[in-house]
Structures are given as C-alpha cells and as structure tokens.
C-alpha cells in the first residue's frame, strides 16, 4: 500500500525511533495503533512501524497485549504470515518493526470484484485459512480476522497474500480462555463470533467463524450481519444465523452454502475445531468446484451443522417461527449505554462499526436469565386407565381369522409393491450411450439421455452417471436417464485485441474465465486504452475460472529532445535519428558567429515528440567571404571607398618608406585573398 502523505500535525515522520528506524509516511490507522513505512538504517530495509496511539501505551494491559504480538508473531514463520522484525519503546512510544508488504487488501479486492465466483473466493480464502491454521498449531489464536488485515502484495512481491495484525492474539491455555482483562471485548464488530459477544470466550473458532463472514463477504460482496449501530449488528450475531450466501447470489452450489454454514454456525461446537480442520473442507469445496461438479448432496450433507435437537421437544415445536426477533428497546437502550469504555479509558473513541478494531463492554450483551425459577418440561401425566371384566364373545376367533387374512394380504402387497416389481439398475459408466442403451434394454429398461455434464476423469461421450445410480432399485420396464460426459470443462481465451479494460473483462467472464491483472505498456500502433495482448494468448484452452492477464496500451511512447543550437550538426543528426526521429536539413546559411557545420536553428527545440516525427535544422556555413581587391598606387580616399563597399572596415598606417604622398603602398590582406566580409583590412600609405 502506498503511504499516505504526512500531515503536518504527524509528529512521527521524520523521527527515529530506538535509534534505527526512520519514519517516513502513515500507511493506514487502525483502533489501536497507526503504520508506519519506515527505513531500517541499521539493515538498510524498507520495513512497516506499528506505533501504538498516544495515551495507550499509559495502559500496562494493553501496553503488554501489545509487545506480546511481537513474541507471539514472531514465532510464526509462514509464507502468509507478516514477518514480526522487532518492537520497542522509545521514549514511551510503543512500536513493533515488521515486514513491509507494499500492494493492497483484501477490502480493496472486495470493493473491486464482489461479488465474485466461489472459486476466485476460496482462492482468495485458502491462504488466509492457511497462515490461521499454522497460528492454532502454534497454540495462537488472531482474533480481530477481516478483509483489512490481509495484505496482497504487488507485482513485485508476486501477489503473495498475507495475514497482518496479530496484535490480539494470545497464547492458549489451560488458565485463560477469556478475550482480555476487566470485561473489555477487542475486535470488529462485523466479524465477531457469538460466544465472544456474549461472554468473551475466544478459541480458535472465533477465528474460523470470522473466516466464515469474510467467505460470506467475498461470495456476496455484502457483510451478512448490518444495522445502524456497532451495537445492533453484535446482538444480529449472537441472535441471527448467517444466511445462506445464495440466497444472494443464486445458483451458488448447495454445497458452498453448507461450507459457510458450518463456519459461521452460532454453536461454536458446530464449527470445525480450528482452522486446520476448516483448510481441509476448503480444498474439498475447491476441490468439486475445480471438477465442475454443480450439486453434491453427499459433500453437502457433511459439511452442513448437527441439528441439535432435544430429544424431550414434542416434533410439533420444530415447526416454531425462526424469524429473528426484533431489537428489544430495553436491551438495546442497555447496550447503546453500554458501548463506550468508561471516560478516562484510553480506549474510548476507537469504536468504528464498519472495519476497525472495536472496544466495548461484552457484558453489555450478555444474555440475562429471567426472574424467577427456570421453567422446567415435565412429560404429561397419563389419565388413569379404569378396567373392566371382559365377556367371552364368539367374534374372537373369526377376528382372529380376518387379521390374518389381512396381514397375509398386507404381507404379499407389501413383496409386490416393496420387492418383486423392482429391478436393480445396472452399471453402465463408462461406455458410449448406445452400448449403455443396448444393456439396459436386455435388463428390461429404457434409457434416455439426461443433461450432459463436464468430468475431468470421464472421457466425452461415455456415460458420467445414471439415474437412479446403478445398484439402486428401479421400477420394471422402468426408465434410466443417461448423464453423458463432455469432457473436461474448456474454454478458449477469447481474442480481446482493441478491446477497452472493461470490455475485455466482461468478454472474459461471459467466457467462463477470469480477469488477472493487466500491464499497460506503450505501443504505436495501439491507441491508449485498449489491449494489445493476452496472457496466454487467444485459443489457449483453459480451465474455468482460469486468470486471464491483459496488456493494455499507454499510447505512442513519448520522445524528449533536447536543443542542439550551436553544436555540431552531424552529431544531432546521428543522436535525433537514433531515436528514430526524422532529421531535415532546411537550409545553410553565412553565420559570423556560429561556426561551420554547426547548428543554427532548430524546430522544435523540445519534447515531446513521436516516433517519425520531424525535426528540422538550419546548418552554418560560416562567415561569408569577399576577394581582397587590387588597390596598389590607388589614392587612400579611393580605395578606401572601394573596400568599404565590398563590406570590409579600412585602417591606414604608414609604409617604411612614407614620403606623405597618399597613395597605397600594399594592403593587408593582400590582394587576391580571400576574407571574411566585415573584417578589417590595413593600408600602408607611402
């Protein structure tokens, strides 16, 4: 990310901190701490400073929570992890010294492509997932997971995605489960796991249920949870279920529904333990959706939440009304209250519903039990049966006949219609549709052809599937539909030359394939704006979803020149030429002070110019010279008359000889020499 400028009233810039890191421009602000970029002068390294705000480091437990980072971060050493260098105190301010990762984050990726295909998402993800998994193994948990601490690296730092701002996390024990001292509840309030709004407890599936809403975020491009208050969307999390992210975005597989589901389960023993468990159903959802497979109840099934279901609950209560209750005055009064830390708390003010770290009382959305006793379910009390002596009757045995008669009827209905008029479906993959027809025609069935799939294992044109699966029962004479392979799901990069940036992109989605980064690069034949080329280029098959990179024109690359006046002619000529500039010589003109074959004039004298552009140059040819005339014998007026009008200035001075006569006696030069016009030419007078 691109530092932001300094402001004046930034007294941080320009300061070096512990005698090593020189800080240079704000690089974002968060709840607790500002960032920094920053030169390390020891290493000579661009690094990123976390300097905690002014007033908090008076605080010793969040001064402490704050160097713990470093020791916590510091132990994880994972290729998508933000590298923790050093921390310090400086005079009482509070700093950590980390890698600099320059390029942009997951919320500028959102803003940008939300919402966006479940494969691009899980992409996006599984990195994140990664480096969270590698912290639970190391017994850390994050705690404040969202789109603006994931950090994406820039061309230059091959787009590597990394997990920043471990500032929260905190090494799991035996002895603390609880989120931080004095009932203060630290995170953003849009990613926050029920159990940590209601009595703070934090694990490491508070972290998978955030990864869970940033899925939801991506898939959606909306947060599942919003209201008018921090305080209102923490009480949406405790008492709503995150919806289903198709409900959206229709046609998202049932299966990636069931993927966030159970992330972001309100029963935290309904989430997958930590976020190693989560990596792994996220490369199986990957997985089906690399494969193209649209629907997979099996995959949906085990990755959907246990209902829990109280075995002593009549089946009736099941069929309750779900919609979530509406806000109660009283308690969100209580809550708004609540909000704030008390005054004086140098966390007051760093509250910010939208992304940044929140501070607030958790215990202001406990959940208060009601007065009086707890209601406890008793089963009904059965009405007293009252008995009476039974009469002999005659109708006994002719019942007892009727209900065998009726059961051996029941028995012989239930083996036709449950067993005899059914036949098992035979196995048909694998072969071509007529093949798989012929054998279900010896097995007394029909076959018709279903809708065809893609399979990155089954051939085009041989049978992926049947309908009822094959071992599963089928009616006599019944109907098998045949599901026939296409073949690996394809596509061609569509050629995209002359296209706009926007129009490209759309050509690539309605393509099946994704937009990655584009390039621009100059070009003289392609106008600004417009692709030049692909990346791979047009006709390579691809798999869906597959990035496509664009190479867009800047237009005609800009020449600057500079002005040759009063240098040598040849030389300009060879240096404007080798820039591929025309030169043109445009005429040689008499100079007295500009020196032969040397530049009079050009045009233009600056850029910028084109390739093929003209550049015109008026060379000298130095001072114009005139013939020195004979003026021997000639009187000095008349000589003197003569050379002046050929353009020569006239001295006299005495021969050897003078004898006061006027007459010339030689002049200098000499007669029949050649000299610049202008010059002076001497009379010796005798």
């Known amino acids: 990310m691109p530092p932001e400028r300094p402001s004046a009233a930034d007294a941080l810039v320009g300061r070096l901190l512990d005698g090593r890191y020189r800080v240079g421009g704000r690089i974002a602000r968060g709840g607790m701490a500002s960032v920094h970029e920053a030169t390390d002068i020891r290493l000579d390294r661009t690094v990123a400073v976390k300097v905690m705000h002014p007033g908090l480091g008076d605080d010793d437990d969040f001064a402490q929570r704050f160097v713990r980072e470093a020791r916590a971060a510091a132990r994880l050493n994972h290729p998508h992890v933000v590298a923790v260098y050093d921390q310090g105190d400086d005079d009482g301010t509070v700093f950590l010294a980390m890698e600099y990762v320059p390029g942009h984050t997951l919320r500028d990726v959102i803003r940008k492509e939300s919402p966006m295909s479940p494969l691009r998402a899980l992409d996006l993800l599984e990195p994140v997932v990664s480096a969270l998994a590698a912290a639970h193994r190391a017994g850390l948990i994050h705690r404040d997971v969202k789109p603006e601490n994931v950090l994406i690296g820039d061309e230059a730092h091959g787009g590597a995605i990394k997990v920043a701002d471990f500032g929260l996390a905190k090494a799991v024990s035996a002895d603390t489960q609880h989120t931080a001292t004095g009932g203060v509840l630290i995170g953003t309030v849009s990613y926050l796991a029920p159990e940590l709004v209601v009595d703070g407890r934090a694990d490491a599936r508070a972290d998978v249920y955030a990864a869970g809403v940033v899925l939801y975020e991506l898939l959606t491009g909306r947060k599942p949870h919003e209201g008018e208050s921090p305080i209102q969307v923490a009480y949406r999390h405790v008492h709503e279920d995150v919806p289903a992210p198709s409900a959206l975005q229709p046609g998202l597989p049932a299966y990636v529904d069931a993927l966030v589901a159970r992330a972001t389960s309100?029963?935290?023993?309904?989430?997958?333990?930590?976020?190693?468990?989560?990596?792994?159903?996220?490369?199986?959802?990957?997985?089906?959706?690399?494969?193209?497979?649209?629907?997979?109840?099996?995959?949906?099934?085990?990755?959907?939440?246990?209902?829990?279901?109280?075995?002593?609950?009549?089946?009736?209560?099941?069929?309750?009304?779900?919609?979530?209750?509406?806000?109660?005055?009283?308690?969100?009064?209580?809550?708004?209250?609540?909000?704030?830390?008390?005054?004086?708390?140098?966390?007051?003010?760093?509250?910010?519903?939208?992304?940044?770290?929140?501070?607030?009382?958790?215990?202001?959305?406990?959940?208060?039990?009601?007065?009086?006793?707890?209601?406890?379910?008793?089963?009904?009390?059965?009405?007293?049966?009252?008995?009476?002596?039974?009469?002999?009757?005659?109708?006994?045995?002719?019942?007892?006949?009727?209900?065998?008669?009726?059961?051996?009827?029941?028995?012989?209905?239930?083996?036709?219609?449950?067993?005899?008029?059914?036949?098992?479906?035979?196995?048909?993959?694998?072969?071509?549709?007529?093949?798989?027809?012929?054998?279900?025609?010896?097995?007394?069935?029909?076959?018709?052809?279903?809708?065809?799939?893609?399979?990155?294992?089954?051939?085009?044109?041989?049978?992926?599937?049947?309908?009822?699966?094959?071992?599963?029962?089928?009616?006599?004479?019944?109907?098998?539909?045949?599901?026939?392979?296409?073949?690996?799901?394809?596509?061609?990069?569509?050629?995209?030359?002359?296209?706009?940036?926007?129009?490209?992109?759309?050509?690539?989605?309605?393509?099946?394939?994704?937009?990655?980064?584009?390039?621009?690069?100059?070009?003289?034949?392609?106008?600004?704006?417009?692709?030049?080329?692909?990346?791979?280029?047009p006709g390579e098959v691809l798999k869906p979803d597959a990035p496509v990179d664009l190479v867009l024109s800047k237009g005609r690359r800009p020449i600057e020149i500079r002005d040759w006046t009063g240098e040598d002619a040849g030389e300009a000529t060879t240096a404007l030429e080798r820039r591929e500039l025309v030169v043109e010589v445009t005429g040689e003109e008499h100079s007295d002070t500009v020196a032969e074959g040397d530049v009079i004039s050009q045009d233009p004298t600056a850029g910028p110019l084109y390739k093929g552009d003209t550049v015109q140059l008026v060379v000298s040819k130095g001072p114009e010279l005139v013939e020195v005339p004979e003026v021997k014998s000639m009187g000095v007026e008349a000589a003197t008359e003569q050379l002046e009008a050929l353009g020569f200035e006239v001295v006299e001075e005495r021969a050897d000889l003078y004898l006061g006569l006027g007459f010339v006696a030689s002049s200098d030069p000499s007669a029949g020499s050649m000299a610049p016009k202008g010059s002076t030419i001497t009379l010796y007078l005798v």
């Open 266 to 537: 309100r029963d935290r023993t309904q989430r997958p333990a930590d976020a190693g468990v989560l990596l792994h159903q996220v490369h199986r959802v990957t997985q089906a959706l690399r494969e193209g497979v649209a629907d997979d109840p099996e995959l949906a099934a085990d990755l959907l939440p246990v209902a829990l279901v109280d075995p002593h609950v009549p089946d009736e209560e099941e069929s309750e009304d779900t919609t979530p209750e509406p806000f109660d005055a009283v308690e969100m009064a209580t809550l708004s209250a609540r909000l704030q830390p008390p005054p004086g708390d140098p966390r007051a003010g760093i509250v910010d519903a939208a992304h940044h770290t929140t501070a607030f009382d958790r215990t202001a959305v406990r959940t208060e039990p009601p007065a009086g006793p707890p209601a406890v379910r008793r089963p009904s009390t059965p009405a007293p049966v009252v008995t009476t002596p039974r009469r002999r009757s005659v109708r006994g045995p002719l019942a007892l006949v009727l209900a065998v008669l009726l059961v051996a009827g029941l028995g012989g209905g239930a083996w036709w219609f449950g067993w005899e008029r059914w036949t098992v479906t035979p196995g048909v993959l694998g072969v071509d549709q007529a093949t798989a027809a012929a054998q279900l025609g010896e097995a007394g069935l029909d076959a018709e052809e279903g809708d065809p799939r893609f399979s990155e294992t089954v051939a085009a044109g041989l049978v992926l599937g049947t309908e009822p699966e094959p071992g599963d029962r089928v009616l006599d004479g019944g109907t098998v539909t045949l599901i026939m392979s296409l073949g690996p799901e394809r596509y061609e990069v569509p050629a995209l030359k002359g296209m706009t940036e926007d129009q490209a992109q759309d050509a690539l989605e309605q393509g099946n394939l994704a937009f990655g980064e584009s390039v621009e690069k100059f070009s003289e034949k392609v106008p600004a704006g417009q692709v030049m080329r692909t990346v791979p280029k």
